[in-house]
Structures are given as C-alpha cells and as structure tokens.
C-alpha cells in the first residue's frame, strides 16, 4: 500500500512539472501561409514581446482573354493580365501588448505589372473605309512599377502566437513610385502611339499597391 502511495505522489509531481514546463515554454518562432492579394508562405522570429520581424514570399497572376468591352461605340475584345510577384521583410509592433498591430517593411518585387491588350471585335470604319477586325489593328499596354517598394500596413494577430497555431489579418499599401506604361499600336490606330506620354501623366498618381491577407500559422 505504501508503495503505490509512493508511486502516486511521484506520477503526479512528475506530470506537473511537465506540465509546469510546457506552459511556460515560450514560442519565438513561425511558419505561414496566406491569401488575399497573393498565395504565399513566411517565417516570422519573435524579437520581443511587442515586436515581430517577418520573412516571406508572395505571389498574385491572373489572366483573362476576351472580355467583352464597349467604348465609344466600339465593340472591344480585351486580353488582361496581372504579375505582381515579391519577396518581403516586415516588422510588426504591437502597441498595446495585445493582438492589434503596426507593420512597417519592404517589398523587393521581381514582377509588378499589368498588361492589357485590346482588339477590335467588328470590322470598323474610318471615313468611307471598312477595315476588317485584323487589319484595324491592336493596342497594347503594359504598366509596371518598381522594383523595391516600402510597405505600411495594420492588422490583427500576432506572427508568432502564444499557442501553436495562429490566425492573422492584414491589410496596407505598398508606396511605390509611379508606373512606367508603354504603349504599342499597330494598324490602321498605329497613331495612338503617341498618346503613350498623356497616359503616363493620366496614371502618375497610382503610386500605391494595395495589400490584404489573412494568414494561418504554427509556432514553435
């Protein structure tokens, strides 16, 4: 009887200083996965209790091809497409001790650019000429921005959480300088070209990408 008694009080003190030592082992360390403007993966290192510096790689490619558009009176096809593809190092701040935070960092893009492509889907007429939709010609566009980008953003959730797995959400802009468009028509509309410097000025002001993504972790 002694002897179980024994055994008893030692499987106890034995389970609680386990367990004593699992809860106050502290976490410094994630893995991420996120969505939104971008499928991506990260790693975060906690620095201290209220900042966080966080590593990862994003990525958003879309495309669509014959969009069905009317502008003046024109009948357009449009091929679109989207590349913004980066690598980013954040710092996060958390102000109140708490899960709102502040995040401040810079994106290093190998892509950012749009393109656009627009055909005419009918045949058109210019005076008292018919030209068919293939000799009328095409427009091109292509817009991109640059290549290193500073990022300010807010969001909820901590990139190492206190348990092993994490919820986060966040959302900013990355301000960029203004793009750089080109412009290439062919055809019988070969003389929008030299509308490529009044677009440029049209679009100086979009300097900023915006950003938003909500992120599953596990820390360790």
């Keep these: 009887m002694k002897k179980l008694l024994i055994i008893t009080i030692l499987s106890m003190l034995f389970y609680q200083n386990s367990y004593c030592q699992e809860t106050i082992r502290e976490r410094k360390n ?3 996965i996120s969505g939104g403007t971008g499928y991506g993966f990260d790693y975060s290192r906690k620095v201290s209790d209220r900042f966080f510096a966080t590593i990862g790689y994003s990525s958003l490619k879309y495309s669509e091809e014959g969009l069905e558009q009317e502008v003046s009176g ?5 091929d679109a497409a ?24 810079v994106g290093f893009f190998s892509s950012s650019n749009v393109n656009l492509k627009t055909t005419f889907k009918e045949n058109i007429v210019i005076g008292e000429v018919e030209f068919n939709s293939e000799d009328s ?11 290193t980008s500073p990022y300010l953003g807010l969001g909820f959730g901590r990139p190492v959480s206190k348990k092993g797995i994490g919820f986060a959400f ?44 909500f992120r599953l972790s596990y820390s360790f």
């Excluded at 024109?74 to 449009?78: A, E, P, V």
């Excluded at 958390?94 to 960092?105: E, L, Q, R, T, Y």
């Design 170 to 213: 966040d959302f900013g802009t990355y301000i960029s300088e203004s793009p750089a468009i080109t412009l290439d028509a062919t055809g019988v509309i070969e003389q929008t070209n030299d509308q490529e410097a009044l677009l440029n000025e049209s679009f100086e002001s979009f300097k900023f990408i915006p950003y938003a993504s």
């Design 137 to 147: 010609g095409a427009i091109a566009i292509d817009a991109n921005w640059s290549k």
């Design 82 to 105: 989207l590349d913004i593809t980066r690598v980013d190092f954040k710092v996060s701040y958390h102000p109140f001790a708490s899960a709102f935070k502040i995040v401040g960092g």
């Design 74 to 78: 024109q009948d357009l096809l449009i």
């Design 30 to 32: 994630a893995i991420g």
